[in-house]
Structures are given as C-alpha cells and as structure tokens.
C-alpha cells in the first residue's frame, strides 16, 4: 500500500513541475509583445506634443474617458484620438493633433483634426 503513495506523490509532483515549466515560459506573442513594449518604453516618441499626424484607424475605444476614441499608430507609437465623427469607420485614414502623452510617454492622447 505504501508504494501506491509513493508512485501517486511522485506523480503528483511530476505534474507540478511540468506545470510550474508551462507557465513560466508564456506564449511566443506575450514574449514578443513584452519585448516590443520595453522598446517603446526606453526610445523618444516619434510625435510632439501640438503638431498634427495623419494614421489609420485600427480601432475604437472607450479609452479612459467612456467616449468613442479611434486608436492608430504613428511609426508603432500608439494615439488615441477623439472628437471623431460617427462617419469615421475602422480602416479609414484621419488626421489628429496630438495633445498629451501618457505617464511612460508610450501612447498620446490626441484630437480629430480631419479626415485624410
């Protein structure tokens, strides 16, 4: 009876490890996506504060505000801009004045200025 439990905790313990192992090595995207994130982290964004930038609408967001947000990229730097009309869809290109950047200068905020 006793080597019964000792093959069951060594099992049991097998299949901890193996799951310990799994979780720790995440998937190919979270890697490249984390790694992609401490980039952006660590260079000057590509837009300053009060000039105007022409994207393409990725999507849309409620963002931190609860309104309609369009969100796009500008050289892989992340804008969300608002005040865009109903009319504008994803896919569609927009111009949008940059306003403010958030804490880790990762993403800005910006204002619809136009369509493109």
């Known amino acids: 009876m006793e080597s019964i439990w ?9 299949v901890l490890l193996v799951g310990l ?4 090595r995440g998937s190919r995207d979270e890697r490249e996506s984390r790694r992609a994130h401490e980039a952006a982290r660590s260079r ?3 837009v300053e504060i009060g000039e105007t930038y022409e994207f393409g ?8 505000s609860g309104d309609r947000v369009a969100v796009g990229k500008v050289e892989g730097f992340v804008l969300f801009a608002e005040d865009v009309p109903e009319a504008v ?3 569609d290109v927009i111009r949008a004045k940059v306003l403010s950047f958030n804490r880790g200068h990762t993403s800005a905020d910006a204002t619809f200025v136009g369509r493109s």
């Open 57 to 64: 609408v990725t999507e849309f967001t409620d963002h931190h």
């Open 44 to 46: 000057a964004p590509p």
């Open 6 to 14: 000792l093959v069951a905790g060594g099992g049991a313990v097998a």
């Open 89 to 91: 869809d994803e896919g």
């Open 21 to 24: 192992l799994l979780s720790r």
